[in-house]
């Protein structure tokens, strides 16, 4: 079992920036791929960007390339998104992910957590 727990987010004016926080725990999640996902407000969960815990290998879907950042901390168990130049359309429930290999499908990923809400005004 994995469990993953988020926070960071909150409200901020376009332009400004975030720092989202994923600490996972449970046995063996070093072997996952960490992803964060979005779900805007009637619109299907999206994929934002990943990596893998034991290589430090990232993806990133197009729209946040250059603005975005993903990294980790291994002594803390801990995943970050770092979120510049945010957009009002960057706006949504951001969750963390667990699963094995890079993909952007939500359906690939095992472990969830309850997401945390990042809202960003024009």
């Known amino acids: 079992q994995v469990q993953l727990v988020e926070s960071g987010g909150g409200l901020v004016q376009a332009g400004g920036s975030l720092r989202l926080s994923c600490e996972a725990s449970g046995r063996t999640f070093s072997r996952y791929i960490m992803a964060w996902f979005r779900q805007a407000q009637g619109k299907e969960r999206e994929f934002v960007a990943a990596?893998?815990?034991?290589?430090?290998?990232?993806s990133y879907t197009d729209s946040v390339k250059g603005r975005f950042s993903i990294s980790k901390d291994n002594a803390k168990n801990t995943v970050y998104l770092q979120m510049n130049s945010l957009k009002p359309e960057d706006t949504g429930v951001y969750s963390c992910?667990?699963?094995?290999?890079?993909?952007?499908?939500?359906?690939?990923?095992?472990?969830w957590g309850q997401g945390t809400q990042v809202t960003v005004s024009s």
């Open positions: 992910a667990a699963g094995f290999g890079f993909h952007s499908r939500p359906e690939f990923y095992t472990y």
């Open positions: 990596i893998s815990w034991s290589s430090g290998s990232t």
